[in-house]
């Protein structure tokens, strides 16, 4: 079966400084998401990618999916305190519309 | 935007009750799913239908029962509680609409305590 690995698990920046965040899968990815969770509360989804090499960004958030499809990076520039949160990436192994997640990296942003 | 909403945001219940959590989404989606949340473990697939009456086992369906009468309603069943079904539940929903994107959105999560 497919896993989905984050790294790192957890993460504490200052304020203003970048940081990326990793999954890798064990399998090709069909389609892979991006969610944040604060504290308690459901999930937000961010973005999805779906092609070898393809890139997208929301404000101060950029998502990568690398050509091979079996890695993906969340990079943050400049980050801020409301950045803060657990950041999950969920996988589609088999266009099936059921999701796996990584366990997930919480990220500190220190003020 | 889609809501998704459920019964409580908290709940404490003691050993051997039966308890029920529901979820109604507002967006007509199709697909319906209920994970579990917990520390070091992350998301795990409880229960999952693709439509009204229709259910599907996830990775860990043990000790849990699902019903959808209707279409916007996905209730997820404790039919005897135990202390380790103390957990953070999720439910969520996604559209057929487009078969290449399966966006999930969630609800705020039930954070269920067994005592």
């Known amino acids: 079966s497919q896993e989905l690995e984050q790294s790192p698990q957890s993460l504490i920046v200052q304020e203003g400084k970048n940081l990326t965040i990793n999954c890798t899968s064990s399998k090709t990815l069909y389609g892979l998401y991006w969610y944040k969770q604060k504290y308690g509360e459901g999930l937000i989804f961010l973005m999805m990618l779906q092609k070898g090499g393809e890139e997208k960004s929301h404000e101060k958030i950029t998502a990568k999916l690398d050509e091979k499809k079996q890695q993906s990076s969340l990079h943050i520039t400049a980050s801020q305190p409301s950045h803060a949160g657990i950041y999950l990436c969920g996988a589609d192994s088999g266009n099936t519309g059921k999701l796996i997640f990584g366990q997930g990296t919480t990220l500190q942003v220190k003020p | 935007d889609v809501k998704v909403t459920q019964s409580s945001r908290y709940l404490v219940k003691r050993t051997g009750e039966k308890v029920f959590l529901e979820c109604v989404q507002d967006m007509d989606h199709e697909n319906m799913f209920w994970y579990r949340q917990d520390p070091g473990l992350g998301l795990r697939l409880i229960y999952f239908s693709y439509d009204v009456k229709m259910k599907e086992k996830g990775d860990i369906p043990e000790g849990y029962s699902v019903s959808r009468e209707k279409k916007e309603r996905f209730s997820l069943i404790l039919e005897s509680a135990s202390t380790n079904q103390t957990s953070m539940y999720l439910c969520?929903?996604?559209?057929?609409?487009?078969?290449?994107?399966?966006?999930?959105?969630f609800g705020p999560g039930t954070r269920l305590t067994v005592t």
């Open positions: 969520a929903s996604s559209s057929y609409m487009d078969w290449t994107h399966y966006e999930q959105y």
